[in-house]
């Protein structure tokens, strides 16, 4: 199957300061990516779609100035999160699109903590 | 809308049989099932799409009712291996995008 390598797998960050989050497809090439997040004992949620060459599209209620989304290249999305809060703190994991007949491919996810 | 999974939480002995059932309020094009683990990401178990087939995978089977959008998961004589959250994922729309369901706790004791 198709791999999707995410770095860090995990980060630990002062309140206020940003985190990026790399999440490569390292044998297809990708035009869009999914970001979810997850709290303790919670479903994946999805956060915003990643678009290669254009904006990303934010799901309702998440924060478009908060989370950025770049889709720099077709093997390469990122997340940053700026000024981040305690809240904050979250599992984050991106995954492909699903495929015909395929499944949806995830990063190893990276645990965030702010304190 | 988010899938709802049920029930939310399971314990089981080894070797006993379980069923985790998903259904959306939504038409769907597929319904994929996961395991996850703790802190690392969800593990893929197998896709179900349009047509009412059912798939299996050694003792993990699974059966998708698209008339009533709803797709169950079968777990038969359960290992301690099993343990770890169940999600099931829809697939409504051309996006390639899934919608997780609210997940499912199995725990298989020895």
């Known amino acids: 199957g198709a791999v999707v390598s995410q770095h860090p797998s995990w980060v630990i960050c002062k309140s206020g300061t940003s985190v990026k989050i790399e999440c490569r497809s390292l044998?297809?090439?990708?035009?869009?990516m999914f970001w979810y997040r997850q709290f303790p004992k919670q479903s994946l949620m999805l956060m915003a779609t990643?678009?290669?060459?254009?904006?990303?599209?934010?799901e309702q209620g998440v924060e478009k100035d908060k989370f950025l989304i770049n889709h720099a290249s077709l093997t390469l999305s990122t997340l940053t999160v700026t000024s981040a809060h305690p809240e904050d703190s979250s599992f984050y994991i991106c995954?492909?699109?699903?495929?015909?007949?395929?499944?949806?491919?995830f990063g190893q996810g990276t645990r965030l903590t702010v304190v | 809308q988010q899938p709802v999974q049920s029930p939310q939480a399971v314990i089981l002995r080894e070797g006993e049989d379980a069923v985790i059932n998903c259904s959306s309020s939504?038409?769907?094009?597929?319904v994929h099932w996961y395991r996850q683990k703790h802190g690392e990401a969800p593990v893929f178990l197998m896709i179900?799409?349009?047509?009412?087939e059912q798939k299996g995978h050694d003792k993990i089977s699974a059966s998708f009712n698209e008339k009533k959008q709803q797709s169950s998961l079968y777990l038969t004589a359960s290992q301690l291996s099993y343990s770890g959250t169940y999600f099931c994922?829809?697939?409504?729309?051309?996006?390639?995008?899934?919608?997780f369901g609210s997940g499912t706790q199995l725990t298989v004791l020895p």
């Open positions: 995954s492909g699109p699903t495929g015909p007949y395929t499944e949806a491919f």
């Open positions: 044998d297809f090439q990708a035009t869009t």
């Open positions: 990643s678009n290669e060459g254009s904006k990303a599209t934010y």
């Open positions: 939504k038409a769907l094009y597929s």
């Open positions: 179900l799409l349009k047509g009412g």
């Open positions: 994922g829809t697939e409504a729309g051309s996006a390639r995008q899934l919608t």
